[in-house]
Structures are given as C-alpha cells and as structure tokens.
C-alpha cells in the first residue's frame, strides 16, 4: 500500500497516545544538518493518516510522557538570537525590552485610572464584576464514548471465507445490524508467538463497513503492505490495537468494531464511514516481536577483510576491527545470517536491532540493545544516515547485515557524540520485520 492511501496508522477516539522514535534513539545521534528540527506531535500526524479521529485536537500544556514527537529536518539548532530575533544578542536589555517597559508603563497607569473611577462610585465591595459570566464561557470537551469490553461472539456475526495470508470475503447479514459488541473472534489460530502488549507487531487485514456493505481499503490491495505497530499501545484504533494482544502470530481473527472501538463519533468522512458505522475487519497476524528480539540462523562469518562480529545474543556484538586496515571509500556489506522472509522495499517502515562499532578500533558508540528497544524508520526517508538506506534496501525481514560504511555515507566531517568527524563506520543490523506504518 502506497503512503497516500488509508491504511490503520491513526489513533482511537479515546486514546490519544502512541508509540515513536526519540531523536536520541536514532543510531549514532541525530542527524548532522544546517536548520532547526521541525517537531510534530503524533496526535497531529495520526489526523493525516487516514484512519486517526478527526476531532482530535494538538495536545496543550505538555505532552504526555510516552508519547514522543517527531522529528523532521535535522537537528541542529540556530545559533541564540535576541530578543527581538536579530542575529546576535544586543547588550543590556535589547530593543524588544525597551518595548515592553513602554507597554507595561501604559498598562500600570491604565490600571491605577481603573481603580480611581471603581472606587469613586463606591464599589470597591462588588466584586462581581470580577466574576467570569459563566453563561458565556466555553463548553467543557466532551468526552468520547469508553471502549466496550471485548466478546468473542455475539448475537450475530458477519460470515468469512478465505485462508490465512489471503485477502478475505466478508459478508453481513443483509437484515440485521451490529448490537453494538466490540467482538474479536479467532476463526483459526497460529502457533507463532503471543502477542504481548508492546510487542511489534505486523497485520494483513481486510475490511467492511457494515451499515453500508462497502469495503475499506485493504492491505491485500495492490501495492498494499502489512501494518506495523507495537501492540496495546494506542498508536492504532481499538479495533486493531487491542484485538491482536493475547493472539498468536499466525493467527486470522474476526473483528467486529462499533464506532467507539473505531472511529468514535466523528467516524470517517475521507473514508465514507459514519458516526454510526460499525466496522468488520479480518485480521490476519503475520509477526509478533518482542521489544528485544533478535534474529536467529546459520552464521556465515565474514571475509577475512571485514570486521569480525561476535554474536552475544541480546546484548550489543563484539566488533573487532581488522588491524592496520585502511578507511574504505564506499560501501560494504556482508550477510551475516540469510533471512527467509520478503526483501524490504524502500518507502516503507522496518524495524531493527542495531548494534554501531568505530571502523579504527572496534568500539561500541550505540546499541539498541542496550536500550532493550528495537527501533524503527521509514527506509529511504532521509532519517537515518545515508549508508543505512542504501545498504539495508533489498535485504530479506530475517536477515542480519554488517555494514561497513564510509564517513561520506555517515557523519562526514562532523563528530557525533563518541563518534571523531571522519569517521567509517561498522553497524551490525538485524531486519526484524518491515510494513506500513
């Protein structure tokens, strides 16, 4: 599925938070640049998804603590300015305080004539006139409708052919509507790992609206991809979110979502659905990865003129440089273990577990791994650095690589935290899975 198409990458109605990256998470640090960064809180991103509520105001007063901004642009910041934003900063208070002294002197001599003429007509007592008029203050927010409690079965159930892996075919009752039960139902269950909340996960799904008997785009689609998201986290609907916890990879399950487990009141115009509308979804779980998962397989080790890596499970590998080897001019990588699963294709989200060494002596600058938290990027994005999108497209969902990647493809001539300008670079990375996100 193409990034302009609907997909279920939005929020719930009730549910305001997700799940992202940390600029600081990113391998290495941020990224070198020339611009400040251009932070968008995910509640504003979700609303141009597609699938996110619509009524779904930007977060004021702070945000929450695990919901983390996105970053855009580089991140280096503009050298402090004045006060007045000119380019360098004034001596003593500056233009712009000698502006506010001005406005703040009027505003002291408006207040003291104020009290002059309240007091004058005898009314220092009434305070009313300090009161708010209660009649004209704005209505409190209302609140969205709770999620119901998941069932497994209900009066009446739509009926689903197909198998697993496949886009499915949904069919409602023609003359009987949803009770209003937020029902999830396994119609055939895997015997891949339990989904666990937080773990990431990856779907198929194919769906239905059942008020009007009208498909949702699918990620059976042409040019559809799996959804990827870290379960029971917020980041989806409901729908989808909490229906695949506690299910195993593998599994085909039936959903069938009021509007509270969807798209609330509000439902989704871009996408023909009503506030009324209940939604039939049959989702198909590909992959479930926990937080600290690594990759298994046969190890074929590198050529005598790469790094040697050490494999030491969860933790970050041992990276031992090749002595007296000369700093490489491009791009090199070795496959470490060959994944079985589908190449990765530029433009779509994948998720990895990373582990970055100097080139010069082998030491460790950033892991994943220590963080006990894979991470994930759209691939070809520009949000990583340069020998990451190149070297890591095509490679299988599966597979670990080693990277030796020269310092035009990563942190040219500036120095990065651990990491001296000029610096090659060697990242062992593996591709825990990969879909739209």
């Known amino acids: 599925m193409s990034e302009k198409e609907s997909s279920p990458g939005g929020s719930g109605t009730a549910h305001g938070n997700s799940v992202g990256d940390p600029a600081d998470s990113r391998p290495g640090g941020p990224l070198p640049g020339d611009g400040e960064s251009i932070i968008v809180p995910p509640a504003i991103l979700r609303q141009q998804a597609g699938w996110g509520g619509t009524d779904e105001a930007p977060r004021t007063g702070g945000t929450k603590t695990d919901e983390v901004p996105q970053i855009f642009a580089s991140t280096v910041r503009r050298q402090d300015g004045s006060e007045a934003g000119y380019d360098e900063n004034p001596g003593s208070v500056g233009r712009l305080g000698v502006i506010l002294g001005t406005v703040l002197g009027v505003l002291l001599v ?44 209900a009066k009446v159930l739509p009926t689903v052919t197909g198998d697993f892996g496949k886009k499915a075919t949904i069919e409602v009752p023609p003359a009987d509507q949803a009770d209003g039960s937020f029902v999830v139902k396994v119609l055939s269950e895997g015997s891949g790992p339990k989904v666990e909340k937080n773990s990431w996960t990856s779907v198929d799904y194919t769906g239905k609206d059942w008020n009007t008997g009208k498909d949702i785009p699918s990620s059976y689609d042409d040019k559809g991809k799996p959804q990827i998201f870290q379960a029971g986290t917020d980041a989806l609907i409901p729908a989808l979110d909490q229906a695949v916890v506690g299910k195993k990879a593998g599994s085909r399950l039936l959903v069938v979502a009021p509007p509270a487990a969807a798209f609330g009141a509000q439902g989704n115009p871009s996408m023909s659905i009503g506030a009324k509308d209940n939604l039939v979804f049959v989702i198909d779980i590909r992959n479930s990865n926990a937080p600290d998962a690594v990759v298994s397989g046969t190890v074929t080790p590198p050529p005598a003129d790469f790094p040697q890596v050490k494999d030491n499970g969860k933790k970050p590998a041992d990276i031992t440089p090749v002595p007296g080897a000369a700093d490489p001019t491009e791009l ?82 500036q120095a990065q935290g651990d990491i001296p300008a000029n610096s090659t670079l060697v990242f062992v990375v593996d591709i825990l899975d990969a879909g739209q996100g």
Do not use: C
């Open 110 to 153: 408006g207040s003291a004539v104020t009290l002059y003429l309240v007091n004058k007509d005898g009314s220092s007592d009434d305070t009313t006139a300090a009161k708010p008029d209660t009649a004209k203050s704005a209505p409190a927010t209302p609140t969205a409708d709770p999620v119901p409690p998941i069932k497994d079965s």
């Open 332 to 413: 090199k990588s070795h496959l470490l273990i060959k994944g079985e699963g589908r190449k990765v294709e530029k433009g779509e989200k994948i998720l990895v577990q990373y582990t970055g060494a100097l080139f010069k002596d082998g030491k460790v600058f950033d892991s994943s791994l220590s963080k006990g938290q894979a991470f994930s990027f759209p691939l070809g994005g520009g949000q990583v650095i340069a020998g990451w999108d190149q070297g890591l497209e095509g490679q299988t969902i599966g597979s670990r690589v080693e990277l030796v990647i020269p310092a035009s493809l990563g942190y040219k001539d």
